[in-house]
């Protein structure tokens, strides 16, 4: 909840499983590139990179040299060489499974470079964007990222949601939004710590999850079908790239969004076929500055030019500043000393990072870390749990605390989740840009 960019699981098991198909192309049979493959199967990305790049200079051309430099790359944490590595295994590769299983790891690293990647007039390739050969016009504020996480016998999924396009100003209708409001849970906070509250979609109830790591209002299909409201047709507008790698059509239509006071007409969300539990969004109240109140069981909310912009200096706050990046709150986290931003997500039970996060904070995945499987939209990715020392935001500070390193997903930083900021009571100040967690003694 929720990204970032993954070369995915998936795109390791296309790899093998159409192997005797790449290793058909006869310019690329050096004795280099087999033993790339060879050490590559063995998982040894290091030594396979070293052949393969040996490999590439006799054969500059072939796409599957570059591709597999790519996946090694990616699995060695080196981001812009496995883009640039994909860009070109896309640019000789073409149609055929090379170019194809570049083009699926780089889409959902960089979608921009995949579509300035495809040479012209490649259909087999064109194909494979969202919403077909229109998508190769589709800019990269149209890209919607979700990550899924959860270990489904313990724990319901915590979803992340990051869309590029949110605007930093006040919305247009912000005239129309009352000064203040309440919104009251729909129920208890789950044991997880998600705060759920009711809402109105077109004049239809409906129950959705209060998520500050979403920067979309999200749907699913299978929720416009329940409330009797006809869902977007046609080609998608986009995609919601998933833990697993796949890549989920989306679409966009505007509804009647209402939730307590605050009524927004005309309001653009993002629809997918299926998911679980609708996401209320930064978008619905990025006017506001609101109060989640776990005790009170009710997220009070004062609009953005109503609220005083000076910072609070009563002796029961502690104020944590924050920045926002494609429309989430990201603040800085400091693992055992070492400073580095993450994303404060009350819709992540559990804070969760991808391998490329780690060097950040210098953590590496101990041998003895527990294995366990996360479900998500994009399929299953397996996840390795550990504890790191000591974890501080501000006031709160836990040690020997508990994380999550998910395989595959699509998030640029880690995700602070409910298991860490959970038991605190805390208001987001968009005024000011702070979050200010109250002291012990006044919760």
């Known amino acids: 909840m929720f990204i970032k960019r993954a ?47 040996k490999a590439q200079k006799e054969y500059s051309t072939d796409g599957n040299v570059y591709y597999y430099m790519g996946v090694c790359y990616y699995r060695l944490r080196d981001i812009n060489n496995a883009k640039d590595c994909y860009s070109k295994a896309i640019k000789y590769g073409r ?9 699926k790891a780089l889409l959902p690293i960089d979608p921009d470079l995949a579509r300035r990647s495809i040479p012209n007039g490649v259909q087999g390739l064109l194909d494979m964007l969202p919403g077909g050969a229109a998508g190769a016009q589709t800019s990269a504020q ?5 990550h899924n996480t959860s270990t489904p016998s313990t724990r319901p999924q915590a979803s992340t949601t990051t869309y590029v396009a949110s605007s930093s100003g006040p919305s247009s ?17 789950d044991q997880n710590g998600m705060v759920y509250v009711k809402a109105n979609v077109n004049g239809r109830p409906i129950r959705m999850l209060f998520d500050t790591g979403a920067a979309v209002v999200l749907l699913g299909k299978n929720h416009l079908k329940e409330l009797g409201i006809p869902g977007p047709s046609g080609p998608a ?3 919601v790239m998933g833990v697993g790698g ?7 239509m505007n509804v009647d969004l209402k939730v307590g006071s605050i009524e927004r007409r005309n309001f653009k969300i993002t629809v997918q076929d299926s998911l679980e539990h609708p996401l209320l969004g930064q978008p619905f109240y990025k006017d506001f500055q609101y109060q989640i109140d776990k005790q009170g069981k009710q997220i009070a909310l004062i609009r953005n030019d109503s609220y005083a912009r000076t910072s609070t200096t009563a002796s029961n706050y502690y104020d944590v500043p924050f920045t926002r990046k494609s429309g989430l709150v990201v603040v800085d986290v400091q693992i055992n000393g070492k400073r580095a931003p993450m994303i404060f997500d009350t819709g992540c039970t559990q804070t969760t990072f991808l391998p490329q996060h780690l060097g950040a904070f210098n953590l590496e995945v101990p041998a003895d870390a527990q294995t366990s499987g996360s479900q998500g939209i994009g399929g299953v990715t397996k996840t390795r749990l550990f504890p790191v020392g000591r974890v501080r935001l501000g006031p709160v500070e836990k040690s020997n605390f508990p994380i999550s390193v998910a395989e595959t ?9 409910q298991d860490f900021f959970g038991d605190w009571r805390y208001s987001i100040d968009n005024a000011n840009n702070v979050i200010k967690f109250h002291s012990r003694s006044s919760q």
């Open 246 to 252: 796949s890549h989920v059509p989306s679409w966009n």
């Open 95 to 103: 149609s055929q499974p090379p170019g194809k299983a570049a083009l």
């Open 7 to 53: 070369c995915t699981k998936n795109v390791i098991a296309w790899a093998m499983l159409a192997g005797c198909l790449l290793r058909q192309t006869a310019e690329a049979q050096s004795v280099d590139y087999m033993q790339g493959q060879k050490l590559f199967a063995q998982g040894n990305y290091k030594a396979a990179l070293a052949a393969f790049t």
């Open 142 to 146: 149209s890209t919607v990222t979700m």
């Open 173 to 189: 209708d912000l005239a129309s939004l009352p000064r203040e409001a309440r919104l009251y849970f729909d129920g208890e906070p």
């Open 237 to 239: 507008t986009g995609y």
């Open 409 to 417: 997903g699509a998030f640029e930083y880690p995700l602070l989740g």
